[in-house]
């Protein structure tokens, strides 16, 4: 299974951009996706997630600027990043998770991309 994650970049605070996580190597279509985020010195942390049934659930720090969502003809997954904050700066990280319901537990997710790079600069 591999996940391949992009649309990272540099933007100015305020801006906007749109990850997108394509899935290969398996059919997850019941499975929960989700997005973390790492930034330099800090640890992993949940971003949001999507079920199966379209239900989201996002990280306080999030709601309301950003939108996630899936495409499972494309096996794909996509985070819509409105209004970023220079706080948002951080590797993205897409995830499969080996469950159906809700969940912002890493080590609920057992699949893994290698991340992209969003900046957001003042």
């Known amino acids: 299974v591999q996940l391949q994650a992009s649309g990272g970049g540099l933007v100015q605070a305020g801006g906007s951009l749109r990850l997108s996580c394509v899935v290969s190597?398996?059919?997850?279509?019941?499975?929960?996706m989700g997005w973390f985020r790492q930034a330099p010195g800090k640890e992993r942390e949940f971003v949001t997630a999507?079920?199966?049934?379209?239900?989201?659930y996002y990280a306080d720090s999030v709601k309301g600027r950003f939108t996630i969502s899936r495409d499972n003809a494309k096996n794909t997954v996509y985070l819509q990043m409105n209004s970023l904050k220079p706080e948002d700066t951080a590797v993205y990280y897409c995830?499969?998770?080996?469950?159906?319901?809700?969940?912002?537990?890493?080590?609920?997710?057992?699949?893994w991309g290698q991340g992209t790079l969003v900046t957001v600069s003042s």
């Open positions: 995830a499969v998770a080996r469950v159906t319901r809700l969940t912002n537990r890493v080590y609920e997710y057992d699949y």
């Open positions: 190597g398996g059919t997850f279509s019941l499975n929960t």
């Open positions: 999507i079920s199966w049934s379209d239900s989201t």
